[in-house]
């Protein structure tokens, strides 16, 4: 049993590394499957016995590529994955707000005091991202030619 130390917070338990042998133990265990999955890797049985043409190709689908692997993509694909990071970040938000500020058993005194300022501004927000949607509407960037 740790002796109890005195702090600034008060009175703790002192640091006990048996506390940690479950996470030092799962660290072990993550570390030798990474070097276990290398290197079993190459091992000669797991290896192709014979090499072909076929298995040295780029893409093994049953198709042979076609033109060059550096090939310039329509800037509707990067529009797509910015606006999917807008919308995600969105939910990323919103989501703990909403649990803090309609929980269950809540500061009073805080909804009061800061609750209408916050929603005011989750409104502004949420019009400004509307704004953005509907601007990447109006611009076709929806819509897949």
């Known amino acids: 049993m740790a002796t109890p130390v005195l702090t600034p917070a008060g009175i703790e338990p002192a640091f006990d590394i ?3 042998y479950p996470v030092l133990i799962y660290a072990a265990i993550v570390v030798a499957m990474a070097i276990g999955i290398v290197a079993s ?12 043409r076929t298995k040295q190709m780029t893409y093994e689908s049953g198709m042979d590529p076609i033109g060059s692997a550096r090939m310039q993509f329509d800037v509707k694909f990067y ?10 970040v969105e939910l990323l938000f919103l989501y ?13 005194a805080w909804r009061g005091a800061f609750g209408p300022i916050v929603f005011v501004e989750i409104l502004i927000f949420l019009a400004t991202l509307a704004i953005a949607y509907a601007y990447a509407w109006r ?3 929806f819509q897949w030619r």
């Open 18 to 20: 048996a506390a940690y």
């Open 139 to 141: 611009k076709g960037v």
């Open 96 to 108: 703990p707000w909403a649990v803090t500020a309609y929980a269950e058993g809540g500061d009073p």
């Open 79 to 88: 529009l797509i994955a910015i606006l999917f990071l807008v919308f995600d």
């Open 41 to 52: 890797s190459h091992l000669p049985i797991i290896k192709p016995r014979k090499t072909t």
